[in-house]
């Protein structure tokens, strides 16, 4: 058992001996007679009540392990904008710089943790397929886009990976998890 605020033992054993002398102050003369069954009883709830009362104002948690991260889902949003057609200062076109992380590094290291799902990002919002990534439309809806991606996996454990402009800029974007 872990608590939240951790109670180190010396702690332990004044609680212990508090508890220990409360219960022996109320017992030691009752104002009826019982017998040594009832006082024992008596005792021992009392006991029991006064321990769990301190265990509850230290918060005790439990410790799970991570739920399994691949069952959270990244959706990947690429600009497919006719200004992805921009060389950058390597001379590679963005879309083209795109795909190449999509293919690589960025789609390897994603995949291997996550459940990811691709979409172009243009005056609507797609599925894409590596390497199909085209700088072909008029413009880029990217809060429309976010907000489909957020409608689309409402309630759904994950984060947005969104390339645009120049690829090596990047921001992860999460959306609530509302009912």
């Known amino acids: 058992m ?4 951790p109670l180190p033992w010396w702690l332990v054993v004044i609680l212990a ?10 017992y030691r003369r ?14 021992s709830l009392r006991v029991l009540t006064l321990a769990a009362l301190v265990l509850f104002l230290f918060r005790p ?18 600009d497919v904008s006719r200004s992805m057609r921009l060389a950058d ?16 590094e960025l789609g390897l290291a994603l995949s291997s943790r996550f459940t990811t799902e691709i979409f172009s990002v243009g005056e609507r919002l797609a599925p894409a397929k590596i390497g199909d990534l085209a700088a072909d439309a008029r413009r880029s809806d990217l809060t429309g886009a976010l907000a489909a ?3 689309r996996f409402r309630g759904q454990r994950g984060g947005c ?3 645009a402009g120049v690829c090596r800029r990047h921001r ?3 959306w609530p998890a509302r009912s």
């Open 30 to 43: 009752p104002l009826s007679r019982l017998t040594g069954v009832q006082r024992g009883v008596l005792i």
């Open 2 to 5: 872990h608590f939240a605020y």
């Open 17 to 26: 001996a508090a508890v220990a002398a409360v219960v022996h102050a109320e």
């Open 61 to 78: 948690i439990v410790i799970r392990p991570p739920a399994g991260s691949r069952e959270a889902i990244v959706p990947v949003l690429v």
């Open 161 to 163: 990976w969104r390339a």
């Open 89 to 104: 200062a390597d001379g590679q076109t963005r879309v083209a710089r795109a795909n190449m992380l999509l293919k690589n």
């Open 172 to 174: 992860i974007a999460r």
């Open 149 to 151: 991606v957020r409608q």
